[in-house]
């Protein structure tokens, strides 16, 4: 069965306004490179458990079609040069599910909004179908935060926008984490309607989480992608769930890497650490 890869983080939160993103195994940006990252920024994400074998300056396109310069490492991580440079001192922990150091504040009504504008960045009905359905399954859980969900093109005063990039080849998604008590606000998706509603339900549901505070799974591995490879703390925090199995969880929606068999649902490990947090 061919996996595809999470150009995101398992539950997880986040420190730093970072990306991550779910996607085919051999996705790349179409956004060229702008320039390369400087030796000093590269030996501070050494210095931050983050893999520097591919690091490198892209554009990353907002919803109304402009970019912004960001460092991408390891396929799936986003940070500006400002964010990587702020990085904490944070040790790599192993096993379970796992979120970063910052979580959206309790009690917390989330304004989310489908773009439906043009440019090809508006979702199609499979991304419309696959995000109301992702909101559900936060929504039916009773958290302490929830989602007001919306479709339209004035994304500007929302907390979250979740839309369409043409510009990415492969199927995926990408998102960032939480700052200052508030989600991370634009969700990617990309390629995803030669797939069910399910698949668009799981991704968008997956790069919501990260939006959230939760990181891969298997992000110390990345098994689910046919990998042995440790993501590290990737400057955010890799704190463990309590209640979470340690080893690979085969069914956890914040694997790294899906299938086209996913079913978009929270399996009851993933309900675990989203009571344990919210």
């Known amino acids: 069965m061919k996996k595809m890869k999470f150009s995101r983080v398992a539950l997880l939160l986040v420190g730093a306004s970072f990306f991550a993103c779910q996607s085919e195994k051999n996705e790349q940006l179409d956004a060229a490179a702008v320039n390369e990252v400087s030796p000093e920024i590269v030996a501070k994400l050494a210095n931050y458990d983050v893999n520097t074998n591919d690091v490198k300056m892209v554009d ?3 919803p109304d079609g402009t970019t912004t310069p960001m460092i991408q490492m390891e396929g799936d991580i986003h940070m500006t040069e400002a964010q990587a440079l702020d990085l904490p001192n944070l040790q790599g922990v192993t096993g379970k599910n796992y979120h970063t150091n910052n979580l959206v504040a309790q009690n917390t009504v989330i304004d989310i909004i489908g773009f439906t504008g043009g440019g090809g ?6 991304g419309r179908t696959g995000l109301q359905w992702a909101v559900n399954n936060y929504n039916r859980l009773n958290l302490s935060i929830r989602f007001n969900l919306t479709f339209g093109t004035n994304y500007q005063d929302k ?10 080849s492969g199927g995926g998604g990408s998102a960032g984490f939480p700052t200052g008590g508030r989600p991370h606000k634009f969700v990617q998706i990309h390629g995803l309607d030669s797939f069910s509603n399910n698949v668009n339900e799981h991704v968008i549901t997956h790069e919501i989480g990260h939006s959230v505070g939760f ?18 703390s990737a400057g955010v925090g890799a704190n463990p769930i309590p209640g979470t199995p340690n080893g690979y969880d085969p069914t956890s929606i914040m694997l790294a890497c899906f299938s086209g068999n996913s079913d978009g649902e929270f399996n009851n490990n993933d309900v675990t650490a989203l009571n344990y947090l919210y």
């Open 60 to 62: 990353f396109m907002l």
């Open 159 to 168: 907390d979250m926008v979740v839309y369409n990039n043409p510009n990415i």
């Open 215 to 232: 990181r891969h799974s298997d992000y110390t591995t990345r098994q689910s992608c046919g990998q042995n490879s440790n993501e590290g």
């Open 121 to 126: 960045n508006g979702l199609s009905q499979k």
